[in-house]
């Protein structure tokens, strides 16, 4: 079973307006954490966004904000008012346990975001 | 400015032909990682090095060798074992050991066998 699932290859947005990337894990490690990378066509990782299993909150990072569903192990990412720099592909990425296995994240398959005008 | 270089940014390659991917970080992060990115698909986790002089196989180490001499170094070998090398490759590092830690990228190597 895959343990990061990403639906979505691609979604269109229009400029300012808000759009959700959905993303759906699969664990039994009652301690994980879930991450956001967004990757631009110059091919880097850029860390969006964190979110513990543990944390009561759902975190919120400027424009991004992560929608966690705990018990349908969901964790979206929404992005508001977006634009057109935001345009890229979205990893969404999980991480098991606390100890032992090092900070090793497994990756979904990405989503492609095109904004427009 | 601290950061992650991975050298060089395009590498051809013929077949049979060992290589070396460079990646040097200077945030002063314990932990370092080598990832394969494919067409389509996400990271693939190939070697993580979590201290120097110490280093596990992530998911897909076959056809690679790592070593881990310093801790601003972590540099990768594709070897003539790996079947497929052609792939962007993606060095990470991170503080430490804890969950919370994010992992901050390098900006890719593009590797080419030709």
Same mark, same amino acid.
């Given at each position: 079973?895959?343990?990061?699932? @990403?639906? @979505? ?7 300012? !307006?808000?759009? &959700?990337?959905?993303? &759906? ?15 631009? =066509?110059?091919? !880097? ?12 909150? /759902? ?14 192990? =969901? ?27 090092? /900070? ?7 989503? @492609? #975001?095109?904004? !427009? #005008? | ?24 970080? /200077? ?15 996400? #990271? ?11 280093? @596990? ?18 540099? #990768? &070998? ?22 919370? /830690? ?6 890719? &190597? ?5």
């Amino acid at each position: 079973a895959q343990k990061i699932t @990403q639906t @979505q290859p691609g979604m269109f947005v229009q400029e300012k !307006e808000a759009v &959700t990337l959905d993303c &759906t894990y699969d664990t039994s490690d009652p301690s994980y954490g879930l991450f956001w990378y967004k990757q631009p =066509s110059s091919g !880097e990782m850029i860390f969006l966004i964190y979110q513990g299993s543990y944390d009561q909150q /759902n975190a919120t990072e400027g424009r991004y904000s992560l929608n966690f569903q705990k018990a349908r192990k =969901s964790a979206n990412l929404v992005i508001s008012a977006s634009q057109l720099g935001d345009s890229a592909m979205y990893f969404c990425a999980m991480r098991e346990g606390f100890t032992g296995g090092g /900070n090793k994240l497994t990756f979904g398959t990405g989503t @492609q #975001l095109k904004v !427009e #005008l | 400015d601290g950061g992650i270089t991975q050298s060089p940014k395009y590498l051809f390659r013929k077949e049979g032909q060992n290589v070396t991917l460079s990646c040097e970080q /200077n945030l002063n992060h314990d932990a370092m990682y080598w990832y394969r990115q494919d067409p389509g698909q996400g #990271l693939r986790l190939i070697y993580y090095s979590q201290i120097v002089n110490d280093f @596990q196989k992530g998911d897909i180490a076959e056809g690679y060798s790592v070593s881990r001499e310093k801790k601003e170094s972590f540099p #990768l &070998t594709v070897t003539s074992a790996q079947k497929n090398p052609t792939a962007f490759y993606l060095c990470a590092s991170s503080i430490g050991r804890d969950s919370y /830690n994010e992992q901050f990228f390098g900006p890719g &190597t593009r590797l080419t066998v030709l």
